[in-house]
């Protein structure tokens, strides 16, 4: 009998964020999965091990997920992955992909889930707290309120009418294109905080927009509200 592969959100950084479920399975799980060269260097696997050391005992398997714009090489790297993972599965191996936040919100796993899936294995997602959600707790706020929208959203996709559009903007993975980003919030006539590393080490709060350096680091979430 195959077994059974766990997309599991293991929370934004703060071990204790872990869901029971999530603690659970990893721990049940014959095999851990993570993105990156080795699990020492994946935060979802820190994250995860302040939660349940016993995860040290486990087998432990890092993928490579190249952070690249070329669909071939993605493309390559996700099946190369979901056919490492099918290896343990044909075993009759359950396999927990630790992901950081929650697994259905900009993560490695949904790539590998289709694959998967379009090869007959059965694949589950165990939710996890979104960094953004962990965020706006951080920051002392909400996100929507009544019937205001709210926008989750790339740094490389904010509207250039966003001045224009009511409600909520989470703007996530802003990455190397920083400045762009505050360029165009600059305008917005919103207000904008943001949480570098929330829940993590070196955690910084910024309760403007001119806070923000150009050099945030890749895990800044940047919420921008309507004044």
């Known amino acids: 009998m195959r077994g059974i592969a766990y997309g599991i959100g293991v929370g934004p950084g703060d071990p ?18 993570v993105p990156g060269r080795t699990a020492e260097e994946s935060a979802a696997y820190r994250i995860a091990a302040a939660a349940v050391p016993e995860i040290a005992d486990k087998e432990t398997v890092a993928v490579s997920m190249p952070m690249t714009r070329d669909r071939a ?16 599965l044909d075993r009759g191996e359950d396999v927990a992909y630790l992901s950081l936040g929650d697994p ?5 796993f949904g790539y590998l889930m289709r694959i998967l899936k379009e090869d007959g294995y059965e694949t589950r997602t165990v939710p996890g ?66 949480v570098e590393n929330c829940g993590m080490r070196g955690e910084k709060v910024y309760g403007s927009l001119r806070d923000i350096p150009d050099d945030a680091g890749y895990f800044t979430i940047i919420v921008a509200k309507d004044s």
């Open 104 to 108: 259905s919100v900009y993560c490695t």
């Open 129 to 194: 707290v979104t960094s953004f959600c962990a965020a706006a707790s951080r920051l002392g706020i909400t996100l929507a309120e009544g019937d205001e929208p709210l926008h989750v959203i790339p740094g490389s996709g904010i509207p250039e009418d966003i001045a224009d559009q009511r409600g909520t903007f989470v703007v996530m993975k802003s990455g190397r294109g920083m400045s762009k980003v505050r360029d165009l919030l600059s305008g917005s006539g919103k207000n904008v905080t943001a």
């Open 73 to 88: 090489a993605l493309e390559a790297a996700h099946r190369e992955a979901a056919s490492l993972l099918e290896s343990h």
């Open 16 to 33: 204790e964020l872990m869901s029971l479920k999530a603690v659970r399975l990893i721990r049940e799980c014959a095999v851990i999965t």
